[in-house]
């Protein structure tokens, strides 16, 4: 099942800087966004999400921006410490009732 | 609150064999189970949609007959991996969304690794 080759984006950040992490989504029917973080050998957990009436939503230390015109999302992280080291994946919902399809990953690397 | 659990959270077994992973909603009911598999380095794919007291869902190119999904009560789905095969060895996890809530709410599982010798 694994494919050779497969790379995941990685972001390397110092600790105690801020991290954005972007996500391109493809289905201009998505109205619903979410981010989530996924820990080596762990499910995925909820991070923040944003409907597409807005343009930012703030959370604790993270902020998510969404762009409808060119169908881009991004994370922020304000001041990155080393238990957000994770893979982070967006998701959008395709609409109304469909299935949540997820993006591909980045893989952020905390430096100390 | 909203905890799901897996079953086991790892399991090795030979080729041929078939292989029943659990999914339990803790401390809520679940009307909608979603099941996904995630191939190393790989974002998550989603398998099956489960609802409880009827048939799944299946993705296009997923084989129903060899990934059977039961969802006989609202906290409890099962996915059995019948005949594994190594190139069904990855992680699989499941997630559930609270009776009344739309699918956007999903709480996921922590995930079962699957390795087939």
């Known amino acids: 099942g694994e494919s050779v080759g497969l790379h995941l984006p990685t972001l390397s950040v110092q600790e105690g800087d801020n991290s954005i992490i972007n996500c391109a989504y493809s289905?201009?029917?998505?109205?619903?966004f979410i981010w989530y973080k996924q820990e080596s050998g762990k499910g995925p957990q909820f991070i923040i999400d944003i409907r597409s009436n807005m343009d930012k939503r703030q959370g604790q230390r993270v902020t998510v921006l969404l762009n409808k015109t060119v169908k881009h999302l991004s994370l922020q992280i304000a001041a990155t410490q080393p238990g957000d080291s994770a893979v982070y994946f967006c998701?959008?919902?395709?609409?109304?009732?469909?299935?949540?399809?997820f993006g591909p990953g980045t893989r952020l690397s905390v430096l100390p | 609150g909203a905890v799901v659990s897996q079953h086991p959270s790892r399991v090795i077994c030979k080729s041929g064999t078939s292989v029943k992973i659990e999914c339990r909603s803790l401390?809520?009911?679940?009307?909608?189970m979603f099941w996904y598999r995630q191939f190393p380095k790989q974002s998550l794919m989603l398998m099956a949609t489960s609802n409880e007291g009827s048939k799944a869902t299946y993705e296009q190119g997923v084989e129903k007959d060899k990934f059977l999904i039961n969802h006989a009560s609202l906290t409890l789905s099962t996915l059995t991996v019948t005949s594994a095969h190594p190139e069904d060895s990855s992680f699989y996890i499941c997630s559930a969304s609270p009776q009344g809530s739309e699918k956007e709410t999903q709480y996921f599982g922590p995930g079962t690794r699957l390795l087939v010798l």
């Open positions: 998701a959008e919902n395709g609409g109304y009732g469909q299935n949540f399809v």
């Open positions: 289905n201009s029917a998505s109205d619903y």
């Open positions: 401390d809520f009911q679940a009307t909608t």
